[in-house]
Structure formats: C-alpha cells, structure tokens
C-alpha cells in the first residue's frame, strides 16, 4: 500500500471550496499516492464524489484523516482536526498564521509537519504554487461582479436611438494580482477605469490594460516596493498627500474597489467617511481589505452596507469562495505542483528535503516544535516579531484575499504583480 494523502471537506466558515480536483486525484494517484476524498468535499466546487472515483481517488469520511500521511486542505485544520491527524504527518494548507499564534502552537503541539501555501517564495519554479495570486486574481474578478451587481445601472456606454447611456467610471485602489484582474475585467464591461498603488512598477502595467494610474509620483513613491515586489508602508505624511489627491477624484466614482493590505497589520484605511459621504446615491464601494479591518471607513465584514448618502459598501468575505468551481480548480493545481517537488520519482516515495527552498520558506510547524523564523520567536518571550518583508485573501487576496507572503531570496523571476497587502 502507498502513502495515503487525504483531502478533508472543510468545514470552518462555510468554505466551499476544495483542495482537490479529479485531474489533481489522478495526479496524485500517479505519483504513487492512495488517495481519499472526504464525502461530499467537492459539493461546494460543483465536483461530485463520482468524479473523483473516476480519476482514482476513493471517497471516505473524516476520521479516515487519522490514516494519512498527507493532509491537503484549503483552511488551516481546526483543533478537532488535530485530534484525528496522525503525529507526523504532513499539513499542507492557507495557514493564515498572522494573528492566530495559539493556533500556530495547536499545529506544533499536534506534531504535524504543516505548510503554510501563502509563504510560498515568488521565484520562477514556484509561480505554478503561488495560490495567493490563484486566488487573488478571482478575487479582483469577483469584485468587479459584486459591484456591477449592486450598481443599478449599466456599466459600459451604450448610444441608442432613444439616448446615449454613459460608461460607469471604476477606480481600483491597489494594483496587485486582484488588482489588475479587477482593472481587466471592468474594462472588458466597458467601464472607464483609474487604478491607483504606491508602487511605480505597476504604473506600465495600469496603462496597458486600458487604465488611467493615478499616484503622488514623489521620492518615497520611487522607492515604495520590496524585493518581492511588495508594496511598502507608507509614511503619514504620503497618506495624507495621495488622499487629497484621490478624494476628489472618488467623489466622481460609480464603483470603487479597495485591495490594499500590509503584512501582519490591520489594513490600510484609504477611503474615510467624509469621502464615502461625499459620494453620489447609487455609488459602489467593493473592500477586498474586509477581513482585515477593511480599506473603506464603515465596511462590515459580511454584510453590504447603505449609507446615509445612499453609497454601498461591500464587504463579503472569501472572494474567491464566491467563484468556488474556478478558485478551487487553481488551487488544487497550485497545491499538487507543491507536493510533486516533494516525491521520488523513481521510488514514488513523499519525503520532505529541509533543505529546498520552497520547505524553508514554507514549512511552519516541524518535530512538535514552530519552526518558521517569524513564529519561533514569537513562541519564546523575546521581543514582538516582525512579518517578512513580503507577504492575504483567501482569500485570495493586493490584494487582499489572501495572507502574508514570505518574499524570496532568489534572483528572479519574470516578475509578477505584487500586492499592497499581500493578495486581494
């Protein structure tokens, strides 16, 4: 018999999507791998039991978990998942660990060797792994749905016989992966689109999708990206000058999408209620940032909020869960490229190499103890720790749907869009 790996129906905050897809199962089947689907774990994702009967998975129940060598699941396990993994085994999931240190503790104390996806380094063979941009990208699509959907009127110009309909106006603050997804797919509904970010790298990428950029271009702007491609925090004195210059401009705005997040911090607050109120009756407002506190001045984490001026704001939690059947997919596909770096081919054996870079950066808890820089300090009395530079999300995601990315040490890569959070 081979190793087991099994793929649990998750089960905290409704979350519908996945960690599997029958082309992974088949995937995985391939790499010698016995493979268990919990019952019913694919319903939310439109991915029937049969399917993954068909790729060669075998359809279980949850304490088949205690059986596994690999555990592969979108949220982190909850402590009655704990009790049922075998010590040892590994975790492979979003962790999102910023903030939940006792949670942290659980997975050490469980004795799992867990991973947390979202530490993944941006470099050129783990772009296929990076589920924060996954996510991130049908995060900034599914904003532009939401607010579309509560914008009463239509979004791009229409000239008819009977009178010409003008183009809805969008304004996306924060270019990451959600961001410029969001940028693309407003413009492809006919909207007339501004994009703002404090990083200058994005300034090419807004006005090649059709986009106006909008940014105070000062020396702190020149200098405000990481080395992952990150944005940095700001100073005040630059967040005052970029919200003079867009507060008017989102006075004039029909739907306003925010996606800014900043490492292990409550996000950025770019949008104040003197300039919600200021606002036209029927405007939107879709923040990405809402499970961290939120971009918008009165957003509410799961609920669309009407304000006194008749302006909305969105908050809907777990972007991409919204678009589950296409989030999932890219998920799982993220998370089978992971696993393959980890197999001998020539024995189809999973053991994990501490020595490669893609465990180092992503390896959170090992041997009962918590092993990632970040939070083995936190674990002793020393001092506050303080996040990587790089980074979300869930999800997915800018962006803001998803959590904090550890940034690489490696040359590299055709760079991708960053976030200003880590991934709306």
Not at 70 to 84: H, Y
Not at 154 to 165: C, E, S
Request: hydrophobic residues 50%.
């Amino acid at each position: 018999m081979g190793q087991i790996a099994f793929i649990p129906k998750e089960t905290e905050g409704g979350e519908p999507r996945v960690a599997a897809s029958p082309d992974t199962v088949k995937r995985l089947v391939g790499l010698g791998f016995e493979v268990i689907v919990e019952a019913g774990a694919g319903l939310g994702s439109r991915i029937v039991d049969e399917e993954f009967v068909k790729a060669g998975g075998l359809i279980g129940k949850a304490s088949d978990a205690s059986r596994a060598d690999l555990v592969l699941k979108v949220r982190r396990p909850t402590a009655s998942d704990l009790k049922v993994y075998k010590k040892g085994s590994a975790v492979i999931a979003t962790m999102d660990p910023y903030g939940n240190e006792a949670a942290v503790a659980a997975l050490a104390a469980a004795g799992v060797t867990a991973f947390a996806m979202e530490f993944m380094p941006r470099i050129s063979r783990a772009q296929v792994m990076d589920v924060l941009s996954s996510q991130a990208n049908l995060a900034g699509y599914q904003a532009v749905i939401d607010g579309a959907a509560e914008y009463d009127r239509a979004l791009p110009m229409m000239m008819t016989a009977a009178g010409t309909v003008p183009a809805a106006k969008v304004f996306i603050m924060g270019v990451g992966v959600a961001g410029l997804q969001a940028i693309a797919t407003a413009r492809r509904l006919g909207a007339v689109v501004t994009a703002t970010d404090v990083r200058p790298a994005v300034k090419e990428q807004v006005q090649s999708l059709g986009a106006k950029f909008l940014a105070v271009e000062d020396d702190e702007f020149k200098a405000a990206e990481t080395a992952g491609g990150y944005a940095k925090e700001m100073s005040k004195e630059y967040q005052a000058k970029q919200a003079a210059l867009v507060a008017d401009h989102i006075a004039k705005q029909d739907i306003v999408i925010t996606t800014a997040l900043i490492p292990g911090r409550p996000a950025p607050k770019l949008v104040s209620a003197a300039m919600v109120a200021a606002m036209k009756p029927g405007s939107v407002l879709v923040d990405l940032a809402v499970e961290r506190g939120g971009n918008v001045e009165g957003s509410e984490a799961g609920k669309v909020v009407t304000t006194a001026n008749g302006a909305k704001i969105v908050g809907h939690l777990n972007m991409p869960g919204r678009v589950a059947a296409s989030a999932s997919l890219l998920y799982a596909k993220n998370l089978y490229a992971f696993v393959e770096t980890m197999v001998d081919k020539a024995t189809k054996t999973f053991a994990v190499n501490r020595e490669d870079e893609l465990v180092k950066a992503t390896m959170l808890t090992d041997g009962g103890k918590i092993v990632h820089q970040a939070f083995a300090k936190a674990a002793s009395p020393a001092e506050p720790v303080v996040e990587p530079a790089a980074i979300p999300a869930t999800t997915l995601v800018a962006d803001a749907a998803t959590a904090p990315k550890k940034a690489a040490k490696k040359p590299a890569a055709p760079k991708k869009p960053g976030t200003a959070k880590g991934e709306a």
